[in-house]
């Protein structure tokens, strides 16, 4: 079992910027694809980053690339997502994942899930 509990959520203006943070204890931390996704009021979750055991392979959302940064650390058991220049269609509950295989993927198949961080962006 991997407990994932997301911080740093807020609300912010049009261009500022945010870092959430995801906090992970149980199993081996770098064993694990660590993910970021994002759910908007009567949307489907979707996906925003992800990052592999030592952080040397990432994706991102096309709509965030540029914008957002994810990173790990696994002597902390800590991951994070840098957000700049947000926008106000960023505004979205943010969960962190971990993911229990070697490869990334963007769907939603991973096996630990946060309770998600509320992220508002005010125009």
């Known amino acids: 079992q991997v407990q994932l509990v997301e911080s740093g959520g807020g609300l912010v203006q049009a261009g500022g910027s945010l870092r959430l943070s995801c906090a992970a204890s149980?199993?081996?931390?770098?064993?694990?694809?660590l993910g970021w996704f994002r759910q908007a009021p009567g949307k489907e979750r979707e996906f925003v980053a992800t990052i592999s055991w030592y952080g040397s392979k990432t994706l991102y959302a096309d709509s965030v690339k540029g914008r957002f940064t994810i990173s790990r650390d696994n002597a902390k058991n800590t991951g994070n997502l840098q957000m700049n220049s947000l926008k106000p269609d960023d505004t979205a509950v943010y969960y962190c994942?971990?993911?229990?295989?070697?490869?990334?993927?963007?769907?939603?198949?991973?096996?630990?899930w946060g309770q998600g961080t509320q992220v508002t962006v005010s125009s």
């Open positions: 149980g199993r081996t931390f770098s064993n694990y694809v």
């Open positions: 994942a971990a993911r229990n295989s070697i490869e990334l993927t963007t769907t939603t198949r991973y096996d630990y």
